[in-house]
Structures are given as C-alpha cells and as structure tokens.
C-alpha cells in the first residue's frame, strides 16, 4: 500500500523500504500518525548514568524504550525493526568527535550497545495543527530553530549541561491553548519550559538560533519555548564516550505506535 | 509547631524527630498533603537494571528521585535528609532473606549502595477522599489488601515477575470518578490497572489477599485494582541481591514536596 508520491504508508513498509536504502531522506510527513523516536546509543559502562539523566530531565529526555545490550530490536515501539538499518541516516561519534554518517551501523554495532528511544516533537506539532496552532517551520518549510539556554539540567554522573530548546512564534491568543495541547503529551517534550521572554532563559537573540534555521516571528506572536530531544545529544557528546551512534537530526526511527497511545486524558 | 496528638506538622520536624527515634511508628496520616515514599536500596552493580525496571513499568514503579551510590540525601524530595535514619523502620535483605527490621541503617550503608524512592498511594488516597470516593481499608483502620496477579511486568536483565496490586472497593456511580482522580496522579501508580473482575487478573478471593488485611466490599461496590509499590520490593527480592535495604511497610520517608506538585492538570 503506497501513499501520495509513491512512499509507503505503513511504517513497517517504510522501514523495510529504509532498510533496503531506498529511502535515504528525513522522515517529516512520513507515515502521519505514527510517533517519531530520537535515538541515542552508548556503550552499557555508560549507560546507568544516561538512564538517570533522562529520569531526572523528562521533558529533554522523555524516554520512550531502552533496549539492552545484546538486542538491536525494540520490541515495544516497533516489533521486528532493527536499529542498526531501519533508520535512513545515522551519526557515529568517537572520544565526543563525530566520526562518519552513514546508512546504517551494522559494522559499528556491539553487543555492549544499549539504544535509548526518545520522543520527539513531530507527535505534539501534528496536536498543534489539528488545535488550530499555527507552526511556523512547518509553514516556511524550515528546520525548528534551536538555542542553548541558561536552564541547567539535573547531573546524573558526568552527563550534565544546559538545556537546549527549540522555539515556536504562538499569535497571542493562542499561547494558552499551545499549553494545553502540549501540556497532553509528556512522553514528546510535554509542556513549554518557558514562554515570552528569551532573555530569561539566556537567548540573546532569536534571529539567530544555536542550530536550525530562524523564523518568522509576526507581531502580536509571543516566542514559546519547549526542552528539545537534541539535549541528551549534546549532554552525552561533552562526556566523549568511546562511541556513540545517534540518528541524524530529522532522520527518525518511525514506531508503529500511534501519537493518541502517547497523551494523556 | 505541633499538631494534633503533639506530633510535629512539617515534614523537616518529623524527621527530626524520626532521626531521634522518637517517632518509631507508621507514618500513615503524618504531615497531610505532603508526599511519602517507598524505599528500595540496592548494590550499583544491580542499579541499571533496576532502574530499567522502573522505567518500563511506570504504574507499580513510579520513580521519585533516585539517590546515587556515594550519598544518603534525597535532595529533590527532602534537601538536608539522610536516608539511612530518616525512616521510622527499615528492612534488611540478605540474598533475598529479611535479615533484620531495625530502626536505622548506619550499620549496614555502604558507598555503592543506590536509593531508589518511589511514588506511595497515600496522596491518591487523598484525593479520592477530597473528592468523595470512601477508601474503605482507612474507613476500617486497616492495611490496604494486596494480592499477587496474572499481570506480568515487563522484565530488564533480572528482575522480572508478576505486578502486585491493591483493591479498594468504590461504589459503582463512582468508579469514573476513581478513574478520573488517580489519572491525575501518574507519580503515584496512576489510573487504576483493573476494574470490577479479579478472576480476570488472577486474584482468586478476594477476602484473602496476599499482604495486608480484607476489607468489607458492600453491595453495590465494584472492585477497583491498582497498581502497588509492593511490586518492585517483590521483584528485587526474587533476584537474591546480596544485600537490599527497604522501608518497612508503612513507615515511609515523609518528604517536603506537596502532593499536589504530582498531579497532572
């Protein structure tokens, strides 16, 4: 079963269409619906300290499955998958210093690997649209604009920094319901960490973000601040580990669990 | 400041007083409104898995705070505590055998040994009451029954086993209010896992539960199971850890964060 432009839309269909390299792109807009999940992998003497971190940094690190050394299956998010292929693009890291990007990692896989799966704000952006909440990297066809603040997050071992976060210009009257919507779906960021003032939280100026591209930001818009999945990224880089795999940003394992399974009420 | 029966209110009091050991009793109904915790203390060299554990059933495990090998201060539930002195009573496991019930652990503490808290239902419990829902086990001055299900939870390295749950009865017109209050309160076992059919979970009768006491289920009442922090206690013992370090049932630590910093919305 194929979709508009031919692609899959199934997403096991598309990750066996991933896994054959023929679908070497970002997976924005595929398979609608269905949670995107972060990937962060690390070696098992590490792995204690990073499952702390995200227990103690939820919404940075909303953690949707780990799954152990010695299995590249994650069996709850998507039976049958492999992390090692199923993803269109990956980032390895050596001593902290990215190393290769390749298709997959199945020649960089160990037994003493442990994967984290984490949510990813495709699923809460999809609530906002459907709300009536404009999102405006979406609409200018952008990468979401990113800033490292002045917001520390909670130490777990040597895993610790700053927490990084992305930003969405909200037209005034719709900053409450932009709370509400997000505020149902902790497992993909949750709630805004701040809203209005960029300055509060160490943003000098939001032309100019940390990475992605900047938007648009119309008058009578508030800026609206939500904790982002590339934290954990960059807070496990300053620890150099020996290796670390991680997707490529906008690059997502695509789960066959569905966005509603995730809010709550 | 004292309150009723001479007992100190805030929660820095009362375990001043614990640590005196002067207060070597349940600490059910002390400090209202204020969050209590389970205990569960293991070598690092299990905490990953544990920690594992908890991640993956969020419902009988609901993580607070977890306390790295190396300290004793619970510093987001309770800055300025010591976990080995703060608790009315302890329980001592050596592989998997209760060893000892004392009312402090100074003797047995060791730097690798790693604190896990863990949400307790006393803060559902009074919600559910603030909202008109009779708790029959508090009614009756009883333990919360408890039974062993069919319900598995999902496994990380060894700990494994069934969930423990408890049951309240609740009169049938307010089982969605039951529902309703507890979601409110994912931090401390959530929504509950089963209403209304025990045979269905495994539970044979219900007037002879595993742990704790029966209570009087009237006409009109409809069994209602929650998960229950006994859970992971259980789960740890199965794996005959060399040593492991609990509460005692019903002498919790007595934190300074209120309950209702846990609801959600």
């Given at each position: 079963m194929t979709g508009p432009g031919?692609?899959?839309?199934?997403p096991r269909a598309l990750r066996q269409e991933i896994r054959k390299r023929k679908l070497a792109r970002p997976t924005c807009g595929l398979a609608p619906g269905y949670v995107q999940a972060n990937l962060v992998v690390l070696p098992q003497e590490r792995a204690f300290d990073f499952l702390l971190f995200c227990q103690r940094n939820p919404k940075p690190c909303p953690l949707l499955e780990v799954v152990e050394g010695g299995s590249t299956e994650p069996r709850e998010l998507a039976p049958g998958a492999d992390l090692r292929t199923d993803i269109p693009r990956y980032r390895v890291y050596r001593d902290g210093a990215l190393a290769d990007e390749p298709e997959d990692v199945v020649r960089y896989w160990r037994d003493d690997l442990v994967s984290f799966l984490i949510g990813c704000s495709f699923t809460f952006e999809r609530a906002l649209l459907e709300a009536g909440v404009p999102v405006r990297h979406v609409e200018q066809g952008r990468n979401v604009p990113m800033f490292v603040t002045s917001i520390p997050t909670k130490a777990a071992g040597a895993f610790a920094g700053p927490m990084v976060v992305t930003m969405r210009p909200i037209p005034r009257e719709k900053v409450v319901t932009a709370v509400q919507v997000t505020s149902r779906f902790p497992a993909v960021h949750g709630a805004p960490v701040h809203i209005g003032e960029p300055e509060a939280i160490g943003i000098a100026d939001l032309a100019r973000p940390d990475m992605g591209d900047p938007v648009t930001i119309n008058e009578g818009e508030v800026p609206v601040f939500w904790a982002c999945g590339v934290t954990p990224q960059a807070v496990a880089i300053r620890t150099r580990p020996p290796l670390m795999i991680t997707h490529s940003p906008g690059h997502m394992l695509v789960t066959d669990r569905r966005d509603a399974e995730y809010a709550v009420f």
């Open positions: 031919g692609l899959p839309v199934t």
